[in-house]
């Protein structure tokens, strides 16, 4: 009997275009506020973006309260303030060392296992733990966009004061920072050029 042929599926040419070959960095923003239900959304779409072994270190915080936002100011980059403050709302993309204790739950196959690779191994819990948040917070982008929203990622911030302002008494470190919302696309600049496959790239 023949092979069944495999279906393939890929999403259209406009999806790419929102998702990632018009999207931007924005620093502008719309005055368009973010419903929570609409952020409940975007996380329970980018928890399904593979990590190692499940372990699903990322823990986020989305500010968007004045009083939130306010506590964040004075922790942000000169460069960063003000656009932040305009921005409806910013996630905070942190990474948990503890991820590992919830191994019941994440890898209900084998949850002793999992646990074992990284409790008492601070080494490879560090890499884990920033390399898959990491990850999950360029879901978070890609999904925010399929959402219809903008994104400004950054550095520029006092990581230390990150956490202790939002996560306190916790093993949770702050990776990054994403402002989310509805960019002005009249604020922005040209694209910046990006490397060519050859510039970057090779297949062996």
Same mark, same amino acid.
């Given at each position: 009997?023949?092979?069944?042929?495999?279906?393939?599926?890929?999403?259209?040419?406009?999806?790419?275009?929102?998702?990632?070959?018009?999207?931007?960095?924005?620093?502008?923003?719309?005055?368009?506020?973010?419903?929570?239900?609409?952020?409940?959304?975007?996380?329970?779409?980018?928890?399904?973006?593979?990590?190692?072994?499940?372990?699903?270190?990322?823990?986020f915080v989305f500010v968007k309260?004045?009083?939130?936002?306010?506590?964040?100011?004075?922790?942000?980059?000169?460069?960063?303030?003000?656009?932040?403050?305009?921005?409806?709302?910013?996630?905070?993309?942190?990474?948990?060392?503890?991820?590992?204790?919830?191994?019941?739950?994440?890898?209900?196959?084998? *949850?002793?296992?999992? %646990?074992?690779? +990284?409790?008492?191994?601070? /080494?490879? $819990?560090?890499?884990?733990?920033?390399?898959?948040s990491s990850l999950q917070g360029?879901?978070?982008?890609?999904?925010?966009?399929?959402?219809?929203l903008d994104c400004g990622p950054?550095?520029?911030?006092?990581?230390?004061?990150?956490?202790?302002?939002?996560?306190?008494?916790?093993?949770?470190?702050?990776?990054?920072?994403?402002?989310?919302?509805?960019?002005?696309?009249?604020?922005?600049? *040209?694209?910046?050029? %990006?490397?060519? +496959?050859?510039?970057?790239? /090779?297949? $062996?």
């Amino acid at each position: 009997m023949a092979a069944e042929k495999l279906e393939t599926q890929s999403v259209d040419n406009e999806a790419l275009d929102i998702i990632f070959r018009k999207a931007r960095t924005h620093s502008a923003w719309q005055k368009k506020e973010v419903p929570d239900a609409l952020i409940k959304n975007l996380h329970d779409i980018l928890k399904f973006g593979p990590t190692s072994a499940n372990v699903c270190p990322a823990r986020f915080v989305f500010v968007k309260s004045k009083e939130a936002k306010e506590r964040l100011k004075p922790l942000m980059a000169e460069g960063n303030r003000e656009k932040t403050m305009l921005a409806p709302v910013t996630a905070i993309i942190a990474y948990d060392l503890k991820f590992y204790e919830k191994t019941d739950k994440l890898a209900p196959h084998d *949850p002793k296992g999992v %646990r074992s690779w +990284f409790e008492g191994q601070p /080494k490879a $819990i560090q890499e884990t733990a920033f390399r898959n948040s990491s990850l999950q917070g360029a879901y978070l982008i890609i999904a925010a966009r399929a959402l219809g929203l903008d994104c400004g990622p950054m550095s520029g911030f006092d990581a230390e004061g990150v956490k202790k302002e939002f996560f306190p008494d916790q093993d949770v470190v702050p990776n990054f920072l994403c402002n989310l919302g509805y960019g002005d696309p009249s604020k922005l600049y *040209p694209r910046a050029p %990006r490397l060519g +496959f050859d510039e970057s790239s /090779k297949i $062996i």
